[in-house]
């Protein structure tokens, strides 16, 4: 690409008033193979617009989860939550990104107590006092996409239970205080993991986090318990999903058979998850969605 031709993310201005110092800056730098250090592609960049795109459907999703929390009680079945939320975000204009998604069924994600995530609303499931949930949301507006997940509680809950959902929140948060610029995808994954081992909890790797966009799920794969400086190279214009699987027990999960989508703990043990969509600046990130 040329000086004077017009950048690659798209922005419409010139490579030179654009991109070409950050195409540099990578280019001088020695990305460690034995790390895993690689150069993330020009697919993955967001410019401004691609930006407020994905805030448009961040506020939509946002609304979403602020719902779901008025509508978690005892009684409801998970199913009338999805139901509802459907409702609300198609009549925003804009469409629930699980629904259809690798053929999942439903608009949105409930995971309940001993489910790490991918569960399935269902009539069937009816919430009861002490349960702890975690509804996941993402919405997609003009082919932009917002991901974001919280837990929720219904009634009164176990201490036990309490501190799993509180400590999870913090793990994503040092996550998120730990995806810098310049810094490496493996970097969320080290601060996750050391925040949960020193509070006694598991972190699921057999699911992880993800860039985020212009698609639902992007490079790079984001680990939330993983070595330093390993992976891909934060830069700004990345938007990747930080959102730490936790169990209070051993980390092993399985997917039920019969469905293909709900996972469980293989320990029966409670699962809490928080999800934010996060966008790398040149200072360090801003949160998009939660
Ligand atoms: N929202 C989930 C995530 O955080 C993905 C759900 S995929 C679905 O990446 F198909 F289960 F909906
Ligand atoms: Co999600
Ligand atoms: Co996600």
Redesign the pocket.
């Given at each position: 690409m040329k000086r004077n031709d017009f950048c690659w993310c798209g922005s419409g201005k010139k490579y030179k008033k654009c991109h070409l110092q950050y195409d540099e800056k990578i280019d001088s730098m020695k990305f460690v193979k034995k790390k895993n250090q690689a150069r993330p592609p020009h697919k993955i960049i967001n410019n401004a617009a691609d930006i407020e795109g994905i805030k448009r459907a961040a506020v939509i999703n946002g609304g979403a989860l602020d719902l779901a929390g008025e509508l978690v009680k005892e009684g409801v079945s998970t199913l009338e939550i999805n139901d509802a939320i459907h409702e609300f975000i198609v009549s925003h204009g804009a469409h629930p990104s699980?629904l259809g998604?690798?053929g999942?069924p439903k608009s949105i994600?409930i995971s309940v107590n001993d489910v790490v995530c991918?569960g399935i609303p269902s009539k069937k499931e009816i919430l009861k006092e002490g349960d702890i949930l975690n509804i996941?949301i993402?919405t997609d507006l003009n082919g932009y996409f917002a991901?974001a997940?919280r837990m929720f509680s219904v009634g009164k809950i176990s201490e036990e239970a309490e501190r799993l959902i509180r400590v999870t929140r913090e793990i994503m948060e040092v996550g998120i205080l730990a995806a810098q610029p310049w810094h490496f995808v493996g970097d969320i994954g080290a601060a996750c993991g050391k925040y949960a081992h020193d509070n006694g909890y598991s972190v699921v790797t057999a699911l992880g986090g993800?860039g985020v966009g212009k698609e639902f799920?992007l490079e790079p794969f984001v680990s939330h318990d993983c070595a330093a400086e390993t992976g891909m190279l934060l830069v700004p214009g990345m938007v990747l999903?930080v959102?730490p699987m936790i169990n209070a027990g051993e980390e092993k999960v399985f997917t039920d058979a019969a469905d293909g989508?709900t996972v469980f703990t293989a320990d029966g043990s409670l699962s809490a998850q928080w999800?934010k969509t996060v966008l790398i600046t040149e200072k360090g990130n801003e949160v998009l969605a939660y």
């Open positions: 699980c998604f690798e999942f994600c991918h996941d993402t991901d997940s993800h799920h999903t959102e989508w999800e």
